[in-house]
Protein backbone atom coordinates (compact mmCIF):
# COMPACT_ATOMS: atom_id res chain seq x y z
CA UNK A 1 0.00 0.00 0.00
CA UNK A 2 1.03 3.38 -0.05
CA UNK A 3 0.58 4.73 3.01
CA UNK A 4 1.16 3.02 6.72
CA UNK A 5 -1.46 0.26 7.94
CA UNK A 6 -2.12 -0.70 11.10
CA UNK A 7 -4.30 -3.44 12.37
CA UNK A 8 -6.66 -4.23 13.76
CA UNK A 9 -8.25 -1.00 13.37
CA UNK A 10 -10.65 -1.40 16.41
CA UNK A 11 -10.08 -3.99 19.24
CA UNK A 12 -11.73 -4.55 22.53
CA UNK A 13 -10.03 -7.08 24.98
CA UNK A 14 -11.24 -7.99 28.37
CA UNK A 15 -8.84 -6.61 31.44
CA UNK A 16 -6.24 -9.26 31.87
CA UNK A 17 -6.31 -10.37 28.05
CA UNK A 18 -3.43 -10.06 25.59
CA UNK A 19 -3.20 -7.56 22.99
CA UNK A 20 -0.95 -7.29 19.63
CA UNK A 21 -0.98 -4.47 17.19
CA UNK A 22 0.23 -4.74 13.99
CA UNK A 23 1.78 -1.86 11.63
CA UNK A 24 2.95 -2.18 7.89
CA UNK A 25 5.00 1.25 7.52
CA UNK A 26 5.63 2.51 3.99
CA UNK A 27 8.10 0.34 1.96
CA UNK A 28 11.70 1.26 2.90
CA UNK A 29 11.21 3.71 5.76
CA UNK A 30 14.26 3.14 7.97
CA UNK A 31 12.57 4.91 10.93
CA UNK A 32 9.07 3.45 12.88
CA UNK A 33 7.65 4.94 15.92
CA UNK A 34 4.82 3.40 18.15
CA UNK A 35 2.79 6.44 19.82
CA UNK A 36 -0.26 6.24 22.70
CA UNK A 37 -3.00 8.92 22.09
CA UNK A 38 -5.93 9.15 24.75
CA UNK A 39 -8.70 10.67 24.37
CA UNK A 40 -8.59 14.39 23.46
CA UNK A 41 -4.71 14.60 23.78
CA UNK A 42 -1.48 14.93 21.94
CA UNK A 43 0.16 11.72 21.16
CA UNK A 44 2.47 10.67 23.29
CA UNK A 45 6.30 8.41 22.28
CA UNK A 46 6.22 5.10 23.17
CA UNK A 47 9.29 3.58 21.53
CA UNK A 48 11.52 3.86 18.17
CA UNK A 49 13.22 1.73 15.89
CA UNK A 50 15.58 2.01 13.20
CA UNK A 51 15.73 -0.69 11.14
CA UNK A 52 15.15 -3.45 13.07
CA UNK A 53 16.81 -1.99 16.49
CA UNK A 54 15.01 -0.30 18.81
CA UNK A 55 16.92 2.56 19.90
CA UNK A 56 14.24 4.06 22.40
CA UNK A 57 11.67 2.72 24.34
CA UNK A 58 11.74 5.15 26.97
CA UNK A 59 8.11 5.63 26.93
CA UNK A 60 6.47 2.56 27.40
CA UNK A 61 4.54 2.83 30.31
CA UNK A 62 5.61 -0.61 32.00
CA UNK A 63 6.79 -3.28 31.81
CA UNK A 64 3.55 -5.14 30.14
CA UNK A 65 4.41 -3.10 27.13
CA UNK A 66 6.51 -5.08 24.40
CA UNK A 67 7.65 -3.71 20.83
CA UNK A 68 9.67 -5.38 18.01
CA UNK A 69 10.39 -5.10 14.60
CA UNK A 70 12.27 -8.48 13.68
CA UNK A 71 13.11 -7.75 10.34
CA UNK A 72 12.92 -4.23 9.69
CA UNK A 73 9.89 -4.11 8.30
CA UNK A 74 6.66 -4.42 10.06
CA UNK A 75 6.37 -4.42 13.75
CA UNK A 76 4.29 -5.15 16.18
CA UNK A 77 3.05 -3.98 20.00
CA UNK A 78 2.36 -6.17 22.37
CA UNK A 79 0.51 -5.12 25.33
CA UNK A 80 0.31 -7.80 27.83
CA UNK A 81 -2.54 -8.16 31.38
CA UNK A 82 -4.31 -5.31 29.29
CA UNK A 83 -5.77 -2.43 31.73
CA UNK A 84 -8.32 0.35 31.74
CA UNK A 85 -5.86 2.90 31.61
CA UNK A 86 -4.46 1.03 28.58
CA UNK A 87 -7.80 2.26 26.38
CA UNK A 88 -6.63 4.76 24.04
CA UNK A 89 -5.56 4.78 20.59
CA UNK A 90 -1.96 3.53 19.40
CA UNK A 91 -0.32 5.27 16.17
CA UNK A 92 2.29 3.82 14.67
CA UNK A 93 4.43 6.19 12.04
CA UNK A 94 7.06 6.11 9.71
CA UNK A 95 10.27 8.25 8.24
CA UNK A 96 12.70 7.52 5.24
CA UNK A 97 15.42 8.87 7.34
CA UNK A 98 17.17 8.07 10.33
CA UNK A 99 16.19 9.90 13.06
CA UNK A 100 18.42 12.94 14.89
CA UNK A 101 19.86 16.07 15.09
CA UNK A 102 20.55 16.89 11.03
CA UNK A 103 17.45 14.56 10.13
CA UNK A 104 13.93 15.28 11.31
CA UNK A 105 11.40 16.02 8.71
CA UNK A 106 8.22 13.93 8.07
CA UNK A 107 6.02 11.16 10.33
CA UNK A 108 3.70 9.37 8.34
CA UNK A 109 1.18 7.96 10.44
CA UNK A 110 -1.06 5.11 9.98
CA UNK A 111 -4.73 5.24 11.14
CA UNK A 112 -4.01 3.94 14.35
CA UNK A 113 -5.62 0.95 16.31
CA UNK A 114 -8.66 1.46 19.17
CA UNK A 115 -7.93 -0.40 21.95
CA UNK A 116 -11.15 -0.52 24.47
CA UNK A 117 -10.24 -2.48 27.56
CA UNK A 118 -13.38 -3.17 29.68
CA UNK B 1 12.20 17.80 24.00
CA UNK B 2 10.25 18.08 27.43
CA UNK B 3 7.27 20.17 27.83
CA UNK B 4 5.11 21.70 25.52
CA UNK B 5 1.72 23.64 25.68
CA UNK B 6 -0.85 24.39 23.23
CA UNK B 7 -3.72 27.39 23.46
CA UNK B 8 -6.02 27.48 22.79
CA UNK B 9 -7.93 24.24 23.10
CA UNK B 10 -10.77 24.79 20.91
CA UNK B 11 -11.08 27.85 18.41
CA UNK B 12 -14.12 29.34 16.34
CA UNK B 13 -14.02 31.28 13.42
CA UNK B 14 -16.25 32.51 10.15
CA UNK B 15 -14.79 30.96 6.70
CA UNK B 16 -12.61 33.25 5.04
CA UNK B 17 -10.96 34.82 8.97
CA UNK B 18 -7.47 33.82 10.26
CA UNK B 19 -6.80 31.53 12.99
CA UNK B 20 -4.04 31.46 15.05
CA UNK B 21 -2.82 28.65 17.26
CA UNK B 22 0.13 29.52 19.82
CA UNK B 23 2.57 26.79 21.62
CA UNK B 24 5.15 27.64 23.89
CA UNK B 25 8.34 24.86 24.82
CA UNK B 26 10.18 24.49 27.78
CA UNK B 27 13.37 22.65 26.41
CA UNK B 28 16.31 25.95 25.19
CA UNK B 29 17.85 22.67 23.01
CA UNK B 30 14.18 22.37 20.14
CA UNK B 31 15.63 23.27 16.70
CA UNK B 32 12.55 21.58 14.98
CA UNK B 33 8.98 22.36 15.13
CA UNK B 34 6.57 20.87 13.09
CA UNK B 35 2.32 21.28 12.69
CA UNK B 36 -0.18 18.43 12.41
CA UNK B 37 -3.03 18.27 11.59
CA UNK B 38 -5.58 15.25 12.34
CA UNK B 39 -9.33 14.50 11.41
CA UNK B 40 -11.43 12.48 12.73
CA UNK B 41 -10.78 9.26 12.55
CA UNK B 42 -7.22 9.59 10.60
CA UNK B 43 -3.85 9.84 12.23
CA UNK B 44 -2.11 13.02 12.16
CA UNK B 45 -1.03 14.53 9.22
CA UNK B 46 2.04 17.27 8.48
CA UNK B 47 1.22 20.02 7.27
CA UNK B 48 4.04 22.45 7.82
CA UNK B 49 7.11 22.60 9.48
CA UNK B 50 10.34 24.69 10.18
CA UNK B 51 13.90 24.52 12.17
CA UNK B 52 15.44 27.05 14.57
CA UNK B 53 17.66 28.58 12.08
CA UNK B 54 14.39 30.45 10.37
CA UNK B 55 11.88 32.77 12.21
CA UNK B 56 8.70 32.27 9.63
CA UNK B 57 8.15 30.04 6.53
CA UNK B 58 4.95 29.81 4.53
CA UNK B 59 3.08 27.83 2.04
CA UNK B 60 -0.02 29.14 0.64
CA UNK B 61 -2.56 30.14 3.01
CA UNK B 62 -0.27 28.45 6.03
CA UNK B 63 2.33 30.27 7.67
CA UNK B 64 4.69 29.25 10.72
CA UNK B 65 6.59 31.61 13.21
CA UNK B 66 9.17 31.24 15.55
CA UNK B 67 10.75 33.29 18.28
CA UNK B 68 13.38 31.04 19.70
CA UNK B 69 14.62 33.53 22.63
CA UNK B 70 10.16 33.39 24.18
CA UNK B 71 10.31 29.90 23.13
CA UNK B 72 7.03 29.94 21.53
CA UNK B 73 5.82 29.35 17.74
CA UNK B 74 2.68 29.99 16.30
CA UNK B 75 0.43 28.40 13.00
CA UNK B 76 -1.44 31.04 11.13
CA UNK B 77 -4.41 29.98 8.57
CA UNK B 78 -5.54 32.96 6.68
CA UNK B 79 -9.19 32.71 4.30
CA UNK B 80 -10.04 29.77 5.90
CA UNK B 81 -12.33 27.28 4.65
CA UNK B 82 -14.46 24.65 6.03
CA UNK B 83 -11.98 21.48 5.18
CA UNK B 84 -9.59 23.57 7.57
CA UNK B 85 -12.04 21.88 10.03
CA UNK B 86 -9.94 19.34 12.27
CA UNK B 87 -7.48 19.06 15.37
CA UNK B 88 -4.36 20.34 15.05
CA UNK B 89 -1.18 19.62 16.79
CA UNK B 90 1.89 21.19 17.51
CA UNK B 91 4.99 19.42 18.48
CA UNK B 92 8.95 19.53 18.84
CA UNK B 93 11.67 17.17 18.98
CA UNK B 94 14.67 15.78 17.00
CA UNK B 95 14.41 11.89 17.15
CA UNK B 96 10.91 11.70 19.31
CA UNK B 97 8.22 14.32 19.12
CA UNK B 98 6.56 15.75 21.84
CA UNK B 99 3.01 16.87 20.72
CA UNK B 100 0.92 19.59 21.90
CA UNK B 101 -2.42 18.58 23.48
CA UNK B 102 -4.57 19.91 20.20
CA UNK B 103 -6.77 22.72 18.93
CA UNK B 104 -10.13 22.12 17.59
CA UNK B 105 -10.54 24.18 14.75
CA UNK B 106 -14.15 24.85 13.89
CA UNK B 107 -14.77 26.87 10.32
CA UNK B 108 -18.18 27.86 9.99
CA UNK B 109 -19.82 28.07 6.62
Known amino acids: GAGVSQSPRYKVAKRGQDVALRCDPI?????LFWYQQALGQGPEFLTY????????KSGLPSDRFFAERPEGSVSTLKIQRTQQEDSAVYLC????????????????FGEGSRLTVL | GENVEQHPSTLSVQEGDSAVIKCTYS??????FPWYKQELGKGPQLIID?????GEKKDQRIAVTLNKTAKHFSLHITETQPEDSAVYFC????????FGSGTQLTVLP
Open chain 1, 93 to 108: ASSPTRRGLQNTGELF
Open chain 1, 27 to 31: SGHVS
Open chain 1, 49 to 56: FQNEAQLD
Open chain 2, 27 to 32: DSASNY
Open chain 2, 50 to 54: IRSNV
Open chain 2, 91 to 98: AEGLRQLT
